[in-house]
């Protein structure tokens, strides 16, 4: 019996990357023992969880990708996962306020990313719309959310709100037969 394996083989990097890693690694592994060190040494906010999120985003988006998921959508979704909570973390410790104007924009940026690649070759990504539709899903609720919450709601939200509640209805109209096979692939529906 011959067993086929399904998962991909590791793509084959440069000496240099590999390098780029090891050091990478290195200075990540000082970091994270010197960075909460010297803040609870020095007091004051605490800027060390900052630092952290920002060096594992780093590391889990550019020096260390997926190999299965590794599709651009996927890639932009789970980057804006990880710029989000980097943003989060700066206004909640470091420096509130802004993050409400902020993180919309990023947000809306990142949905119209993520749609532009999945129409340049729709065939392609027909197969990695899951994360689209998690991104456009989320990004609708949030502002239905601050709508309903009667939060003052900037431009920002509005504009990203709109580009989310626009890609549903197109989305379902125009994707119909790719949405229902994706569904029906991911909640194993017949």
């Known amino acids: 019996m011959k067993i086929e394996i399904t998962y991909p083989e590791p793509p084959r990097v440069s000496r240099w990357f590999e390098l780029l ?6 200075i990540f592994g000082f970091a994270l023992v010197i960075a909460p060190g010297i803040n609870i040494l020095l007091g004051g906010k605490p800027w060390s969880l900052v630092v952290l999120w920002a060096m ?7 020096l260390s990708p997926d190999i299965v998921e590794f599709n651009p959508i996927s890639q932009i979704v789970k980057s804006l996962i990880h710029i989000v909570i980097l943003l989060g973390l700066i206004d909640v410790l470091l420096a509130p306020g802004w993050a409400s104007f902020v993180i919309p924009i990023v947000a809306a940026a990142a949905l119209v990313a993520a749609l532009i690649f999945f129409l340049t070759d ?17 990004s609708s609720i949030a502002f239905l959310v601050v709508f309903f919450a009667e939060i003052s709601m900037d431009w920002p939200m509005i504009a990203l709100g709109v580009v989310a509640w626009t890609l549903i209805g197109v989305g379902i109209v125009a994707f119909h037969k790719y949405l229902r096979i994706e569904f029906a692939k991911r909640f194993h529906w017949k």
Do not use: D, E, S
């Open 122 to 138: 729709v065939r392609q990504h027909q197969h990695n719309m899951m994360p689209l539709i998690w991104l456009t899903l989320y």
């Open 21 to 26: 890693r090891k050091v990478a690694r290195w």
């Open 56 to 62: 594992w985003t780093t590391w889990n988006v550019l």
